[in-house]
């Protein structure tokens, strides 16, 4: 997950003026043709925001469309940051200051009452939907509302990467990034361009921003979470500051010119559809939680978009539009860009509310259908917040509102307005009443947190007499989650090889979360099963506990990692190699909203097709006919779902015994206790 995009920060209509757009005397010609008119608007910009937040939002309907679809949150922070930039700029060519107090305002005026309306209106909701969808909402408001998200998030531990809780308002890290910007760099930009050079400002501004990008790349850490380097200010700041260096360097006639596309002769020509091409195959290619995302792959992907925003601005006097300028300034285009702000608040919390009262799974034919109600319902609420919210506070103001709504009431009768001042108390005292009674804990989380209680108990009530122990080979003992006591004996190197279908006694269980939250439906289905499993571990935890129980290891294995993280192919490997080929082995695929999917199942599937003793159970085709078995982080079965965990496990057991040994093997259909 992931992800997201930021607002617009220019004028939404075509026909409303960017405040201090005049061009200045001896402006370059670019300048001059951007600003053909007195007033005019940038031209094209729409149209990129267009790009960046229909990524955005086929990346959050199904990671897997397109993986790197989150960059799109990129090419918004460059946009911004040469919008905001330019506007201080010009303002101060204009009359030599920078009115903070106006500035910040106009940014209040522009982002607060849309976001206002999509908290509330999505709270209300998402509370008749499902109480799962509100777990920390408190947390949650108090960060949308002070543009804090992001800082609130990483004090409270949480994780973009790995939830067992849908967030309903976890794209609003990013407007808390752009907030902050806002607040603090009209400071720094008037002294720039009070005691700084053209030449200097590019400096500073381009010096910011690969400053964040190495501070980016040394923070994170390989195998560890990133929400730290994702969500922070610090080290997400490249796309803001190249967006400021171009209109730094855009604001100088001498700058400008040698920047413009149109005067670099061929390499201009290339330049448009090399930068494209990087965008989009950043966007198709560059996963989340790949490395390369982190060390250099999100500036790439800026500066990808600094190149697409120069091509906007590049319009000479006589010149006919260039492709891209036809592209980007095509109607349908500018239309989704002027509402892209709103489509952006709107389109989490539209998925999670669909996505739960509606529960799919990626690869069926109600998922596409669930997912284009998204788009559709998403579409229909930006429409109606940028016409009846966003429009008339950016052109009236807060008090122009307020006047004209206290006008238009007093048009309506007493009762009328007893009526609407009774709905309006009602769903404010409804909205306090949700947020103070909202769970602290998923449903997920209270789950898997009994269940390795559990399991701990389990383990140190029991010993091994034969000297496997019960404690944990990955954890402390406090957080083992072995549930019984191991009775087989120890399975000495170089055993024959036995593929009868194994009772629990014969059966040990090495996992993640998946494992731990299915615990008591495998032990259901495998009495005396012994498990070593987690949350959080990874196929690295893995090996170092099968490692640790050598020969101890029963002759039967189940395998279950990959939520996080995915699938590390050697490390798998690497496990297999150390079980050996006289073993029967269960490897269980992933189900999840994750863009790695495909390629995790794929490579646990290429590693038991060449091992004879070792079989997939395919959980992520069990689970895709019944997808309301599954909790609300669409990733951790429920307590039915669990059953059917455990089913698709015993059936892979099943069926790799009836390969080897030519007998079928009968499983009894046991009730749900």
Same mark, same amino acid.
């Given at each position: ?19 201090? &757009? ?8 670019? &300048?001059?043709?951007?600003? *053909? *008119? ?10 990129? *925001? ?137 400071g720094l930009t008037l002294l720039l361009v009070t005691v700084a050079a053209a030449r200097t400002r590019v400096a500073v501004a381009l010096a910011l921003a690969v400053g964040s990008a190495l501070l980016m ?190 006008a238009f009431l007093l048009s309506w009768s007493r009762r009328t307005r007893q009526v609407v001042a009774g709905g309006v108390l009602t769903a404010t005292v409804a909205l306090s009443i949700v947020v103070l ?172 097709? &060449? ?63």
């Amino acid at each position: 997950m992931t992800t997201s995009a930021t607002p617009r920060v220019a004028r939404t209509a075509p026909a409303q003026p960017i405040r201090g &757009s005049h061009p200045r005397p001896g402006a370059s010609p670019s &300048s001059r043709t951007n600003s *053909r *008119r007195s007033g005019e608007r940038i031209e094209g910009l729409d149209g990129i *925001r267009a790009l960046a937040i229909v990524a955005v939002l086929v990346f959050h309907l199904n990671a897997a469309w397109l993986p790197g679809g989150y960059l799109g949150v990129d090419v918004f922070f460059v946009v911004s940051g040469f919008l905001i930039t330019t506007l201080l700029v010009r303002e101060h060519e204009r009359t030599g200051r920078i009115a903070f107090r106006e500035f910040w305002v106009r940014r209040a005026r522009r982002l607060l009452p849309a976001l206002f309306v999509t908290v509330m209106v999505s709270t209300l909701i998402a509370r008749l939907v499902s109480g799962e969808l509100l777990v920390h909402i408190g947390r949650q408001i108090v960060g949308a509302l002070t543009f804090s998200t992001n800082w609130v998030e990483i004090s409270a531990g949480s994780s973009y990467f790995e939830q067992t809780a849908p967030q309903l308002f976890m794209n609003f890290w990013s407007l808390a990034v752009e907030e902050q910007f806002y607040l603090l760099w009209p400071g720094l930009t008037l002294l720039l361009v009070t005691v700084a050079a053209a030449r200097t400002r590019v400096a500073v501004a381009l010096a910011l921003a690969v400053g964040s990008a190495l501070l980016m790349a040394v923070l994170v850490e390989r195998g560890a979470d990133a929400t730290r380097v994702y969500y922070g200010t610090d080290t997400h700041l490249m796309g803001l500051m190249i967006g400021a260096a171009l209109a730094f360097a855009w604001a100088s006639p001498a700058l400008a010119k040698r920047l413009r596309p149109s005067g670099l002769g061929a390499t201009g020509r290339w330049a448009v559809p090399g930068a494209l091409l990087i965008l989009l195959t950043g966007f198709r290619f560059l996963d989340e939680t790949d490395a390369a995302t982190f060390r250099g792959g999100i500036l790439l992907a800026s500066a990808a978009s600094g190149v697409l925003v120069l091509a906007v601005l590049d319009r000479p006097a006589g010149r006919a539009p260039t492709v891209w300028q036809r592209l980007t300034g095509h109607p349908l285009a500018v239309w989704i860009g002027v509402r892209s702000y709103s489509i952006y608040l709107w389109h989490w919390p539209v998925i999670l509310v669909v996505g739960r009262d509606n529960p799919s799974a990626p690869g069926t034919t109600s998922h596409l259908l669930t997912r284009a109600w998204c788009v559709l319902v998403t579409i229909a609420l930006a429409d109606l917040t940028h016409r009846f919210v966003e429009t008339p506070f950016r052109r009236s103001g807060f008090r122009g509102v307020l006047r004209s709504v206290g006008a238009f009431l007093l048009s309506w009768s007493r009762r009328t307005r007893q009526v609407v001042a009774g709905g309006v108390l009602t769903a404010t005292v409804a909205l306090s009443i949700v947020v103070l009674t909202a769970p602290d804990q998923s449903e997920t989380a209270r789950m898997l947190e009994a269940n390795e209680k559990a399991a701990a108990a389990s383990a140190a009530r029991t010993a091994d007499p034969a000297g496997g122990g019960t404690q944990p080979t990955t954890a402390p003992p406090a957080k083992a989650t072995r549930a019984a006591p191991p009775v087989s004996a120890p399975r000495p190197s170089g055993a024959t090889a036995e593929f009868t279908m194994p009772t629990g006694k014969e059966i040990d269980g090495y996992g993640d979360s998946m494992m731990v939250g299915s615990l008591h439906a495998l032990d259901y289905y495998f009495p005396g099963i012994r498990l070593d499993a987690r949350s959080n571990l990874r196929w690295s935890d893995g090996l170092a506990a099968v490692e640790s129980r050598g020969d101890r290891t029963r002759r039967a294995v189940v395998l279950a990692f990959g939520t996080n993280a995915g699938v590390d192919r050697e490390a798998v490997v690497d496990v297999l190699d150390a079980l050996g080929p006289d073993r029967m082995v269960v490897l269980v695929n992933l189900m999840g909203p994750f863009a790695r999917i495909e390629a995790d199942n794929a490579a646990l599937a290429a590693a038991a097709e &060449s091992r004879a003793n070792v079989i997939v159970a395919d959980w992520a085709g069990a689970v895709r006919n019944h997808p309301e078995q599954l909790q609300a982080d669409r990733i951790h079965p429920s307590l039915e779902g669990s059953h059917l965990f455990a089913k698709t496990v015993r059936q892979a057991l099943a069926t790799l015994s009836e390969r080897h040994t030519g007998n079928a093997v009968v499983l009894k259909d046991l009730p749900m206790p």
